[in-house]
């Protein structure tokens, strides 16, 4: 507040036309060290109790704009670790959607690294669970197999078949025997499905000769002789 | 206001010091210190204290005072406490001259305002004491709100003239 200021307001306060809040502003102006003798006598007819109202008001003023700016700035501050969340967030979906698009793309096949870890594991799984272990790539089957008449049929297949994924293989392969066995099940197989097709042929032969007999028989019922 | 009075009008007051308290010191304790020295001075200003008055509204002003002179008190005990600013304490602390000029001042202003019409010095009074606005000193005597404006600026005017020539003297 300006000494003009004062003034005008000292000029307000002797016609009495101040406000109490008025008066509480200029008691805090006119108590200063080194004021007007006129200030003086003014600070002296306000009195300590209108000193004392506005150094508690504007104290508590003071504390009441504090804590606002700490709540704006609170705010202000989680607002900001908001944004940067979303803007992370934000750029961080892209990049997954990528990796899936990349993955979607990939060949279906375990590579050989994680096929040899996860050898372990499956041997472990397979022990727990009863089945026969996991052999692993230096322990081939074919090698183990017993000499039998069959197995020479049974071998060059073996022999044949590609090693894409050995670690992974089971150390039950079928025997020679068992093959000879599946291929003997599969020709019966093979053979019923043949007899059950024809003995279908057969039948439906059979009906439509029935039909024609029928007909015939419906056509030639005067001339026949029973 | 006789004892009995007070003592009633004191018991009804307490909660509301002790909030004025509460929310400037944020400590039960200083509230509590607030309320008695509050009331001690309500007591000693007991026998000017006529039935009409707005008892509330003083409290209130003189609880915000005490509030503030007690923090200066509890400001100056901490810094003699650190023991190396005595100095600073000496600037904070009135001295003895000061005190003896300040009483002075003190008893000529209430002599002062003795010397105003009753009329004046019961507006005067009610507007520097009780903080009471114009339009509520209006309400509470039943004055034309331009009467008490007038009296209350002539009596401002008498004390000021008074005070103002025994500073030039």
């Known amino acids: 507040m300006t000494t003009k200021t004062v003034n005008k307001l000292i000029d307000k306060y002797l016609e009495g036309k101040t406000s109490p809040d008025e008066e509480r502003r200029l008691a805090l102006e006119v108590n200063c060290t080194g004021a007007p003798a006129e200030w003086q006598v003014v600070a002296e007819m306000l009195g300590e109790l209108t000193l004392g109202e506005a150094i508690y008001e504007d104290t508590m003023a003071r504390r009441r704009r504090r804590r606002v700016a700490l709540c704006v700035g609170w705010a202000a501050a989680a ?44 041997a472990e799984k397979a022990a727990v669970v009863g089945m026969p272990k996991v052999q692993k790539r230096r322990k081939p089957r074919v090698a183990a197999a017993p000499p039998e008449p069959v197995a020479a049929e049974a071998e060059p297949m073996v022999a044949e078949e590609p090693m894409v994924q050995p670690a992974m293989q089971p150390t039950m ?26 003995a279908i042929e057969l039948e439906l032969a059979t009906e439509q000769l029935n039909r024609k007999y029928a007909m015939y028989l419906a056509e030639n019922r005067d001339n026949i002789e029973i | 206001m006789d004892r009995t009075t007070f003592e009633q009008t004191a018991a009804r007051l307490r909660p509301l010091i002790l909030r004025i308290g509460l929310n400037f010191f944020g400590s039960a304790d200083d509230a509590e210190d607030v309320a008695q020295e509050t ?61 003896l000029e300040w009483r002075e001042r003190v008893s000529a202003f209430n002599e002062a305002v003795g010397l105003l019409q009753p009329r004046e010095r019961q507006l005067f009074e009610m507007r520097q004491l ?13 004055m034309a709100k331009a009467s008490v404006q007038s009296m209350i600026a002539m009596a401002r005017k008498k004390l000021f003239n008074k005070m103002k020539g025994r500073k030039e003297l």
């Not at chain 1, 997954?96 to 040899?116: G, H, S």
């Not at chain 1, 392969?173 to 024809?198: D, K, Y």
């Not at chain 2, 007690?70 to 009135?94: E, T």
């Open chain 1, 79 to 122: 607002c900001i670790a908001f944004m940067v969340v979303m803007v992370v967030a934000g750029h961080r979906k892209p990049q997954q959607q990528e990796a899936v698009v990349l993955a979607q793309k990939a060949p279906a096949t375990v590579p050989a690294v994680v096929q040899r870890e996860a050898a372990p594991v499956a």
């Open chain 1, 173 to 198: 392969q079928p025997s020679t025997a068992e093959l000879a066995q599946v291929e003997q099940n599969f020709r019966q197989w093979q053979l019923g499905w043949t007899i059950r097709n024809e």
């Open chain 2, 39 to 99: 009331l001690v001075q309500l007591w000693r200003y007991c026998e000017r204290l006529d039935e009409g008055r707005n008892v509330e509204a003083l409290a209130v002003r003189v609880a915000k005072n005490c509030c503030v002179n007690l923090k200066r008190r509890q400001h100056l005990r901490v810094v003699k406490g650190g023991g190396h600013l005595q100095a600073m304490s000496a600037q904070l602390a009135p001295s003895p001259h000061e005190e």
């Open chain 2, 130 to 142: 009780e903080g009471l606005s114009t339009e509520q000193i209006a309400q509470q005597t039943g």
